[in-house]
T-cell receptor, first 112, second 111 residues
Framework: DAMVIQNPRYQVTQFGKPVTLSCSQTLNHNVMYWYQQKSSQAPKLLFHYYDKDFNNEADTPDNFQSRRPNTSFCFLDIRSPGLGDAAMYLC???????????FGSGTRLTVV | QKEVEQNSGPLSVPEGAIASLNCTYSDRGSQSFFWYRQYSGKSPELIMSIYSNGDKEDGRFTAQLNKASQYVSLLIRDSQPSDSATYLCAVETGGSYIPTFGRGTSLIVHP
């Protein structure tokens, strides 16, 4: 089945130790997004790729970076995780930014 | 600033009842409206989209849109315990194509 796959499902990292989260998709969608969601809060958009064009939200901390080496894969790098970065990280895809998203299963990040 | 407001709940309804979830938005230029269901610890799942004023039905779900009053609602008929989840409203403006999400309403359907 075509889908959006995130790895790992759960990630524990040490304070300040770089971590990379991955997302792959077999839907052939041209837009990929990274969201951060904390408990009982709305998903917060960090960045998105429209084809190869990278779009960074104005309030996304510099600590967060992203890479999209090809249309199927996207990575989220957190260079120096802090306790406040503990959250669910959601990858989503869409076709030309319309008609709703397909979300991956998410990665739950814990910072110790 | 574009805002999407939802009552955080929890909204508690008995099994078999109609659950009514509401969402208001601030941007009059909004064009597309979505409802996502999110189970605890899971990712959101798109359940309904609506683009025109009026009602849109899909099985037990009905989305209602009133652009003049700037609200969108989701009705769930014959609610089941498996419907217990958080329901996120998302609103897109025509220009940005990036939705703004509400914080979600927690729904509890008790047997």
């Amino acid at each position: 089945d075509a889908m959006v796959i995130q790895n790992p499902r759960y990630q524990v990292t040490q304070f300040g130790k770089p971590v990379t989260l991955s997302c792959s998709q077999t839907l052939n969608h041209n837009v990929m997004y990274w969201y951060q969601q904390k408990s009982s809060q709305a998903p917060k958009l960090l960045f998105h790729y429209y084809d190869k064009d990278f779009n960074n939200e104005a309030d996304t901390p510099d600590n967060f970076q992203s890479r999209r080496p090809n249309t199927s894969f996207c990575f989220l790098d957190i260079r120096s995780p802090g306790l406040g970065d503990a959250a669910m990280y959601l990858c989503a895809t869409s076709i030309n930014r319309v008609r709703g998203y397909t979300f991956g299963s998410g990665t739950r990040l814990t910072v110790v | 600033q574009k805002e999407v407001e939802q009552n955080s709940g929890p909204l508690s309804v008995p099994e078999g009842a109609i659950a009514s979830l509401n969402c208001t938005y601030s941007d009059r230029g909004s064009q597309s409206f979505f409802w996502y269901r999110q189970y605890s610890g899971k990712s959101p799942e798109l359940i309904m989209s609506i683009y025109s004023n009026g009602d849109k039905e899909d099985g037990r779900f009905t989305a209602q849109l009133n652009k003049a009053s700037q609200y969108v609602s989701l009705l769930i008929r014959d609610s089941q315990p498996s419907d217990s989840a958080t329901y996120l409203c998302a609103v897109e403006t025509g220009g940005s194509y990036i939705p703004t999400f509400g914080r979600g309403t927690s729904l509890i359907v008790h047997p």
